[in-house]
């Protein structure tokens, strides 16, 4: 049956168990790290499985994905992150729904969020792949971005990057955002995946962002 992990709630309640315990042995603290469930190409049943196993965190990566789920859900505890590109005429939507906007890397897109949602929490992306079409900003321009989007009254809660994959890539990019966060005075870097999450911990993230490790593969 597809999906049958991604609507069972015990066996993804086992699944965030088992990224808590290693969150644990790469020396970080499972309650003070948030896990975002990405439910990204899983329907509405794994939504609510995933909040029927106290996940309230979600994560998606298209907008109209998030919009029709936000819609289906009736739970004022669910934080729901968009993670994907910010397209600015589907802030307008997204904004009613969204807690946090991950993708942050323009500022014409923190202007849009900033009239759509005044005061709203965002995190500014950072871009450490160097593979071409990537969201996020280069290192360089981060100050300037999470200064503009400060100025427009938005709430910068952190940095979010998605590393390279090379593991001695990745430990240098989680490195320098956190550095990054530390000297901008910020409280979240949001960064780690499945595969590399225990990297990202020992770098000193504070969200890690998680769909294939708790739901299973996606078809």
């Not at 290693?22 to 499985?49: H, L, M, N, W, Y």
Request: aromatic share 4%.
């Amino acid at each position: 049956m597809p999906f049958s992990r991604a609507t069972d709630v015990a066996a993804i309640q086992d699944a965030r168990a088992t990224i808590e315990s290693r969150i644990a042995a790469a020396g970080g603290d499972p309650s003070s790290i948030t896990i975002v469930a990405v439910t990204k190409s899983f329907g509405i049943e794994t939504v609510q499985a995933a909040l029927a196993a106290g996940m309230t965190t979600l994560g998606e990566n298209y907008a109209a994905e998030l919009i029709e789920k936000a819609a289906g859900i009736s739970n004022d505890d669910v934080s729901w992150h968009y993670l994907g590109a910010i397209q600015t005429n589907k802030v307008g939507r997204l904004a009613q729904v969204t807690s946090c906007f991950e993708g942050l890397a323009r500022e014409r897109e923190a202007e849009a969020i900033a009239l759509r949602r005044p005061g709203a929490t965002v995190m500014v992306q950072v871009e450490l792949t160097g593979l071409p079409g990537r969201n996020g900003v280069a290192p360089h321009e981060v100050q300037s971005l999470v200064e503009r989007a400060q100025t427009l009254g938005l709430e910068v809660a952190g940095l979010m990057t998605v590393a390279p994959q090379e593991p001695d890539r990745a430990r240098a990019a989680f490195r320098k955002v956190r550095e990054m966060k530390e000297d901008f005075g910020l409280a979240e870097a949001s960064m780690g995946m499945s595969d590399d999450l225990e990297i990202a911990v020992e770098e000193g993230s504070t969200m890690i962002r998680v769909g294939r490790g708790l739901f299973g593969d996606r078809t």
